[in-house]
């Protein structure tokens, strides 16, 4: 759980089967009730409003044509979408709008505008970043109660979460999780990646070619300089691509951070999740180089930028 107005920050600043291209992708099985499917269309989220709860499969199917991700929230009983656009999303992106003017301080004194309740939501995964075209699935076990998942990539310097128009949400989506269980088993990992603070992203092992599933497990969850808890997500890189400007543009800070267009292709991965928690989400992986990275500030210093190549 976040609970500083900078941490609050975070949360709004803060597999995969290509429709055209087919050579890194997740394994697509039969809807059922644990599988949740989120669309992204243009600059919304389409999804149901009510699912089971217990060991849930999110299918995050990008129909749009930028970047996108649904990171997954639980929220405190008695708030939702409305009071995250109401009183949340517009004193972020005021907040960011000053940060991108170079006033630090005014935008410091804006974040601490935020509500309390804000500081009560609990991360919980959720597709990382998906190029478009592209599907990306992630496998979380939730508990009853609120939900909300959104995508907070840029366009523009406009944070996708937020719209300004009062009769529109931005790209978030409420759903409520039941009482009635799944009943689908946990995961079983091919891949196993532990997530810390201290050491970074550890790997257990160089994934060959073929589809896994990988496990993620976060053995433990800290504040980054960037407000950010971490997280990991799966690119893959052209002989050109500049790992420098990856490592930036996963900032949100920085004036091209989570700016659309992407520098690279990104296959999914899963969010933030609390210390102890295990995710895991799936991925068909074909010869070609790629990197393991997460949502924090300079993750190459961090052990959290890994380069691997599947041979």
Known sequence: MKQSPWIITAALATTLAGCAERDTATTSPAASASVYEITARGLALEAADEIPSGWT?????????????????RLPEGHGVKEQQDQVAPVFQQGMDLLNAG?????NQKFGELPEWFGKIVFLGGPGMTT???????????????YMAE?????????????PDPQQ????????????????????ATVRITLSGDKGIEVDGNPN???????????????HANFLGHDVHLARLADDT????????MDWRQ?????????VEFFGGIHDMPAGSTGYFKVRLNPGRYAWVAEVDDPAQKNMLKVFTVR
């Open 151 to 163: 995508c907070y990539v840029k366009t523009n310097g406009v944070f996708h979460s937020y719209n």
């Open 169 to 188: 949400f931005g790209m978030v989506h409420g759903f409520r999780v039941t009482t009635d269980k799944s009943g689908a088993p946990q995961p079983q």
């Open 209 to 223: 070619a073929g589809e896994h599933t990988v496990a993620v497990h976060f053995a433990d969850q800290k504040v």
């Open 255 to 263: 004036p091209n951070g989570l700016e659309t267009p992407a520098p």
């Open 132 to 146: 478009p075209g592209r599907i990306a699935e992630t496998t979380v076990y939730l508990e009853p109660g609120n």
């Open 103 to 107: 006033n630090k301080k005014a935008a």
């Open 57 to 73: 499969t999110i299918r995050f199917n990008n129909q749009s044509g930028m970047v996108h991700f649904a990171l997954v929230e």
């Open 242 to 249: 500049d790992l420098e400007k990856l490592a930036t543009w």
